[in-house]
């Protein structure tokens, strides 16, 4: 299975394709027209990264991600047919960066007519830092990004590849210290995210570091690809739909955006 995946949800927008040998999805693709799933793969072995590219354009995503895409295809020789499944980062992070990857995302999936894993920044993020050593399984690892407006989306997590112990929400900034000591409850406490810096009460728990700051599609594919395995081992069996069916990717965006639609009747000032 070759898997292309994408994130535009902080500054950073990146792509990234994989190959992963042991993923067979003829059956889950044909589950998405048929609605039903039923797929049996050989044991799980590693995914290799093919090629990625990132650059740093919070309000140019819509125009370069493609350009991303692109990159990533011709550094591996493969054309975007060849292209087996998405993996999307979800958010949260900025509104319209989120957009422009689940836009992008599913479009590419349903043209393809290929499955879409959605995975969070946030455990992108902690899947990142625990890799690289700056978290240990028992330690508190903690996600942060700016979330603007004085406040920041964060998340916990206990260990690699486990459920969020603070699913992800948006705090005030300097309400952020007490509410992860709380939960920490003695434990060592680690924080990622290029906003903790700005923070200071969480400066001397960060750990920065290229690949600590935002989210990258290197990890958002690694964990789409894990997601997309367990449902051909068989994790989402019976479902009367199949889970990663492109029309049914949304965004995570934890805090209502500020533009609402206008109330019936609603005549603007003049």
Known sequence: ?????LSTSTPRGSAALFEAADVDLHAEAAALRGGALSVAVAPAAGARL???TSYADVHGHAERIFGAVDEVLAAAGIPAAAVQALGCDV???SFTGVRVA???AKGVALALDVPIAGVTSLEAMAAAAFAAGA??????LVPLIDAKKGEVFLAAFDAPSAAPSIPPRHLPRDAAFDVVAELAAGRRIVVVGAVAE???ALRPLAVRGDALDFPHATWIGRLAIDRLRAVAAGGERGSAVA???PALLEPLYVRAP???PAELGYTPPR
């Open 1 to 5: 299975m070759k898997l292309l995946a």
């Open 50 to 52: 093919l090629a990625a």
């Open 91 to 93: 958010g949260p992070g």
């Open 102 to 104: 689940v836009a992008a």
């Open 135 to 140: 978290a240990s399984p028992g330690d508190l």
């Open 198 to 200: 700005e923070i200071e």
């Open 243 to 245: 889970p990663h069916d």
């Open 258 to 260: 500020d533009a609402k």
